[in-house]
């Protein structure tokens, strides 16, 4: 029957402030002027979506704690009847109350905005030559079918296929409810341990692709001027090969105070390669901000499982044995086929199992 009634209560009221907004969002969502602004009503979704499991919290929370307030003024009652049953109805809520404020705490972390964000994913091959082209193709693929599983919508923005297979770089564009904070600790590197195609010896070799995950910008997000964009056009293929452009409706565009350039290829007009190219831009400049408030945040206090440093080596499939192992949390699976087959779910659940479990230590 021991509870912390006076800490239990504060999240209980923590949890109803939440539960407020939500009644607010509810009503916002109704208003028919509301309904006429589509980014608005797009965000205040979104919102409502993410609010409404802590609004239901709230209502059983405050719904169970209520009653063992009750159940507790039973367990003094002078009528002996009515005190054994108070107990027993306070020893059978408090494991429930307990339970129901650790689900809570979770869902009172702070919330990133970008989380509810679509992505812009970016593979590429690095240390291996072929091998790396050929693995960072796996990877592309291997996010795409994850993409499919997971219902979202792709569109490839551009495509450099290597030599003899796979890419030398592949930029998707990936649209669902929260996709970037879903695959938010995928960037990194990601090595591979097999006998290449082209290994005449049968030895294993280490390669290795990076994987970069940003959060699409919006305009508000980043002051860009045109002005420092220089903006060239070319013919290319599209991503995979799949057509040839005769005329230049390819566009570069080159930020020339950071020297980030972006390439989009796969629009079938120029202009519909520009607006992409725009938003990548965009993206990469938004993400490099946050990035730069990461590391800020990291001096503080290190992050077991971090969004932040592409350099990093974050995981290792490994062919001969068959398994994948995750660096960050010392998580090894012996699913190989499965997560190249886009099964990823049990290695992101993980992270973000790790990252909300470090997060907690610091509400």
């Known amino acids: 029957m021991a509870l912390d009634r006076e800490s239990i209560g504060g999240w209980v009221a ?9 009644s607010e969002v509810e009503k916002r969502v109704s208003d028919p002027e509301v309904a006429t602004d589509m980014e608005l009503f797009k965000s205040l979704m979104v919102e409502h979506r993410r609010l409404r499991p802590m609004a239901e919290k709230a209502l059983e929370l405050g719904t169970w704690l209520a009653n063992w307030d009750e159940a507790m003024e ?17 020893d059978r809520l408090a494991p429930m109350l307990e339970e129901g404020v650790e689900e809570a705490k979770w869902m009172l ?12 994913l970016e593979v590429r091959g690095g240390t291996g030559g072929d091998e790396a082209a050929l693995f960072a193709g796996d990877l592309i693929r291997m996010y795409l079918k994850h993409a499919e599983n997971r ?18 770089e592949a930029v998707v564009r990936l649209e669902g409810d ?10 990194g590197v990601h090595r ?14 280490t390669s290795a692709a990076t994987v970069a995950v940003l959060p699409v910008a919006r305009e508000v997000d980043v002051e860009l001027n045109l002005n420092d964009v ?34 989009c290829q796969d629009g079938r007009s120029q202009h519909q390669n520009y607006d992409r190219a725009l938003e990548v831009l965009r993206s990469r400049l938004y993400d490099a901000a946050r990035e730069a408030a990461d590391a800020e945040r990291a001096a503080e206090r290190k992050l077991q499982v971090s ?15 068959g398994r994948v192992t995750d660096h960050r949390i010392g998580l090894t699976l012996h699913a190989l086929p499965a997560i190249l087959g886009g099964d990823l779910d049990p290695v992101i659940e993980a992270l973000h199992v790790a990252d909300r479990a470090e997060r907690l230590k610091n509400l």
């Open 14 to 22: 923590k949890l109803q402030g939440i539960s407020d907004r939500f």
């Open 74 to 90: 039973w367990s003094r009652s002078a009528d002996d009847d009515m005190r054994s049953m108070g107990r027993a109805e306070c």
């Open 109 to 120: 972390l702070p919330h990133d905005a970008a989380d509810d964000r679509d992505a812009i």
């Open 151 to 168: 219902g979202w919508k792709h569109e490839w923005v551009s495509a450099s296929e290597g030599t003899v297979g796979g890419f030398k």
């Open 178 to 187: 929260g996709v970037f904070g879903w695959l938010k600790f995928e960037r």
């Open 192 to 205: 591979v341990q097999r006998v290449p195609e082209t290994e005449s010896q049968g030895r294993v070799h």
């Open 230 to 263: 220089r903006k060239d056009t070319f013919r290319a293929s599209g991503a995979g090969g799949q057509h040839v452009n005769k005329t230049e409706s390819a566009v570069r565009l080159t930020h020339l105070p950071t020297g980030t350039v972006v390439e």
């Open 307 to 321: 969004s932040g440093d592409r350099s990093a080596k974050i995981r290792t499939y490994n062919f001969p044995q």
